[in-house]
């Protein structure tokens, strides 16, 4: 039988699958794009289409990708939207640095470390998962304009237009956003609200059917006007009055207080590239880059992408960052995060000694490293030189947001059509319970008043010579880091085009539980049975993952694609 923890995992791994497959086994389409002026890609065309009118109304990336970005809360609710949050890397032609703001949620002042307990200290089920009590304090608008008021060029309003039409005119719900309201049903139809906006009088919307979204329309509105609503004003008071109804803890004063973070990316080289990606509270760029370093300069070509010796490397890696990062990785402003250690050279040096080629190693006898050896790495590498790389002519934004599980919290603030994020449950209710995605944690992502839960979000720019290189990132929670991880090394390491780069078979492993997850159909028999033979348990997966992403090529063409495993589309002109 599967360990409990397991079975949510493998429930969790079926909702993306049926999100972004719907079970197809047809070879991947390549679905890559290829223009000189400029590219979004995103989950949905219709939200790609967004981002591509306001580059054609004279744009930049960064009007773009919060037009992409509010259209998506539209047309893709249950995977993101302005009730919920995430993190953006922004590489500006103009200083050729790598920014990266956290608009990512908090947890409210009347959070408590021990909210989820129930009188026997037990995790009670579902609480940081469903209802109004699972949702942290919303980043996605203040994150949104903080950005575009400082650097896009278009007015504001004109960045929400796109997303207010789509609401206000509706669009035809397609198969995947089916299955996400049928695999989210019973939340939704719990919750008045929910059913109003996402049912059809407690009918679900058919795929072809338009789904207008007038309080969503409304609310826009009042965001375009002034997105301050969204924290001080009306909208705000609908909010907070139906977390008040509904045994929420969001009160006005969180929502005021609420304010995006600037902070540095993690960067750091791997062979001739400087990599960036988001920094603590998401775990995502100091894992992406600890991986590459433990990888180091083995000769991953030689021993081929698909070979048991590449993937059993990759498995033994992972399954050490994902080590550390349940003991190390939490909010950097409540938690001293070791992020220069586990990025250190010599840290990576350590680790990589102690992977065996010829077996894996149970996930019960990998520790995080200890804080003596994590001091001392520090002390011998205080500093690792990153290059910072210039490109005069390409503005990059690479965002991931989320309201975290499909369809958040499952609840809609009555009367503004905004879902509400499930984003509390990224904190570790209980020192090493599973949350959902089977990720474990303690002391340093334990829940306090105005913490951000641990991500694993990885927004990435890759540059090389100073020129922008490749941007990517993904959703599938635990998974994202792996996903990204091999996105990188396909176009990196293995030349691969940008289509076949996001949409080749994955592996993922996170330490606990100790599997190897493998796209089904996706790797040779023998090369499992040499994996099983040395000691790896193989779990096979539909695919997961629905991933984009875009390369600048040697002579100068974007070329942008979205996974072959869900619905997404890049647009360039
Ligand atoms: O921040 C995180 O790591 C998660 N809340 C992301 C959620 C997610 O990717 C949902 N995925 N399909």
Same mark, same amino acid.
């Given at each position: 039988?599967?360990?409990?923890?397991?079975?949510?995992?493998?429930?969790?791994?079926?909702?993306?699958?049926?999100?972004?497959?719907?079970?197809?086994?047809?070879?991947?389409?390549?679905?890559?794009?290829?223009? =000189?002026?400029?590219?979004?890609?995103?989950?949905?065309?219709?939200?790609?289409?967004?981002? $591509?009118?306001? $580059?054609?109304?004279?744009?930049? /990336?960064?009007?773009? +990708?919060?037009?992409?970005?509010?259209?998506?809360?539209?047309?893709?609710?249950?995977?993101?939207?302005?009730?919920?949050?995430?993190?953006?890397?922004?590489?500006?032609?103009? @200083?050729? &640095?790598?920014?990266?703001?956290?608009?990512?949620?908090? /947890?409210?002042?009347? +959070?408590?470390?021990?909210?989820?307990?129930?009188?026997?200290? =037990?995790?009670?089920?579902?609480?940081? $998962?469903?209802?109004?009590?699972?949702?942290?304090?919303?980043?996605?608008?203040?994150?949104?304009?903080?950005?575009?008021? *400082?650097?896009? =060029?278009?007015?504001?309003?004109?960045?929400?237009?796109?997303?207010?039409?789509?609401? *206000? =005119?509706?669009?035809?719900?397609?198969?995947?956003?089916?299955?996400?309201?049928?695999?989210?049903?019973? +939340?939704? %139809?719990?919750n008045r609200a929910a059913r109003e906006v996402f049912t059809s009088g407690g009918i679900l919307y058919q795929p072809g059917e338009l789904l207008i979204q007038r309080d969503l329309a409304r609310t826009l509105r009042q965001i375009?006007?002034?997105?301050?609503?969204?924290?001080?004003?009306?909208?705000?008071?609908?909010?907070?009055?139906?977390?008040? %109804?509904?045994?929420?803890? #969001?009160?006005? *004063?969180?929502?005021?207080?609420?304010?995006?973070?600037?902070?540095?990316?993690?960067?750091?080289?791997?062979?001739?590239?400087?990599?960036? !990606?988001?920094?603590?509270?998401?775990?995502?760029?100091?894992?992406?880059?600890? #991986?590459?370093?433990?990888?180091?300069?083995?000769?991953?070509?030689?021993?081929?992408?698909?070979?048991?010796?590449?993937?059993?490397?990759?498995? *033994?890696?992972? %399954? #050490?960052?994902?080590?550390?990062?349940?003991?190390?990785?939490?909010?950097?402003d409540f938690v001293s995060v070791p992020v220069k250690a586990l990025t250190s050279s010599n840290y990576a040096k350590l680790r990589r000694s102690q992977i065996q080629m010829s077996k894996a190693r149970p996930s019960s006898e990998?520790?995080?490293?200890?804080?003596?050896?994590?001091?001392?790495? $520090?002390?011998?590498?205080?500093?690792?030189?990153?290059?910072?790389?210039?490109?005069?002519?390409?503005?990059?934004?690479?965002? &991931?947001? &989320?309201?975290?599980?499909?369809?958040?919290?499952?609840?809609?603030?009555?009367?503004?059509?905004?879902?509400?994020?499930?984003?509390?449950?990224?904190?570790?209710? +209980? @020192?090493?319970?599973?949350?959902?995605?089977?990720?474990?944690?303690?002391?340093?992502?334990?829940?306090?008043?105005? %913490?951000?839960?641990?991500?694993?979000?990885?927004?990435?720019?890759?540059?090389?010579?100073?020129?922008?290189?490749?941007?990517?990132?993904?959703?599938?929670?635990? @998974? #994202?880091?792996?996903t990204v991880l091999q996105i990188v090394l396909n176009v990196l390491v293995y030349d691969m085009n940008v289509g076949d780069a996001v949409s080749a078979p994955r592996v993922h492993h996170q330490w606990q539980p100790d599997r190897?997850?493998?796209?089904?159909?996706?790797?040779?028999?023998?090369?499992?049975?040499?994996?099983?033979?040395?000691?790896?348990?193989?779990?096979?997966?539909?695919?997961?993952?629905?991933?984009?992403?875009?390369?600048?090529?040697?002579?100068?063409?974007?070329?942008?694609?979205?996974?072959?495993?869900?619905?997404?589309? !890049?647009?360039?002109?």
């Open positions: 039988m599967l360990p409990k923890f397991l079975s949510k995992v493998q429930i969790y791994t079926c909702f993306l699958t049926v999100l972004v497959c719907g079970g197809c086994q047809q070879p991947p389409p390549n679905l890559q794009q290829r223009s =000189k002026q400029g590219m979004a890609v995103s989950a949905h065309p219709l939200a790609s289409a967004a981002g $591509l009118d306001l $580059l054609q109304q004279g744009g930049n /990336a960064v009007d773009a +990708a919060a037009a992409t970005a509010l259209a998506i809360s539209v047309v893709e609710p249950f995977s993101a939207g302005i009730g919920g949050g995430g993190f953006l890397l922004l590489r500006r032609a103009e @200083t050729g &640095t790598v920014q990266a703001l956290d608009f990512r949620e908090r /947890a409210p002042r009347r +959070a408590a470390r021990d909210m989820y307990l129930d009188k026997q200290g =037990k995790v009670r089920q579902r609480a940081s $998962l469903d209802g109004h009590l699972a949702a942290g304090i919303p980043g996605t608008v203040a994150g949104l304009y903080t950005v575009q008021r *400082e650097y896009g =060029k278009l007015p504001w309003a004109a960045v929400v237009a796109p997303a207010i039409a789509l609401a *206000e =005119k509706g669009f035809p719900v397609s198969s995947r956003f089916t299955a996400a309201t049928q695999q989210r049903q019973d +939340a939704i %139809k719990k375009a006007e002034n997105p301050q609503s969204f924290y001080s004003g009306d909208i705000a008071r609908a909010i907070t009055a139906d977390m008040a %109804k509904n045994g929420g803890i #969001i009160t006005l *004063e969180d929502l005021k207080n609420y304010t995006p973070i600037w902070r540095n990316p993690v960067c750091g080289n791997f062979r001739a590239y400087e990599i960036c !990606a988001m920094s603590p509270p998401s775990s995502g760029g100091v894992h992406l880059l600890q #991986i590459l370093n433990i990888l180091g300069d083995t000769d991953l070509k030689r021993l081929g992408r698909q070979s048991p010796d590449t993937l059993h490397l990759l498995a *033994e890696s992972m %399954k #050490i960052a994902y080590a550390d990062r349940a003991e190390y990785l939490g909010d950097p990998i520790k995080a490293v200890d804080a003596e050896t994590l001091n001392r790495l $520090l002390w011998e590498s205080p500093e690792t030189t990153h290059l910072t790389v210039v490109d005069k002519e390409r503005n990059v934004v690479s965002l &991931t947001f &989320t309201v975290n599980g499909g369809f958040g919290a499952g609840v809609v603030a009555a009367g503004t059509g905004i879902l509400l994020n499930n984003e509390m449950d990224d904190f570790a209710a +209980a @020192t090493g319970v599973p949350n959902l995605f089977g990720l474990v944690g303690g002391e340093a992502n334990s829940i306090a008043p105005g %913490k951000t839960p641990l991500s694993s979000m990885t927004p990435v720019i890759v540059t090389e010579n100073g020129k922008f290189r490749l941007a990517a990132g993904a959703p599938g929670g635990s @998974t #994202i880091i792996t190897l997850m493998v796209e089904r159909g996706g790797f040779e028999t023998a090369t499992l049975s040499e994996l099983r033979r040395r000691g790896h348990l193989i779990v096979e997966s539909d695919g997961w993952g629905n991933a984009n992403a875009i390369v600048l090529t040697g002579d100068g063409w974007l070329e942008g694609a979205a996974d072959r495993r869900g619905e997404g589309e !890049a647009r360039g002109f």
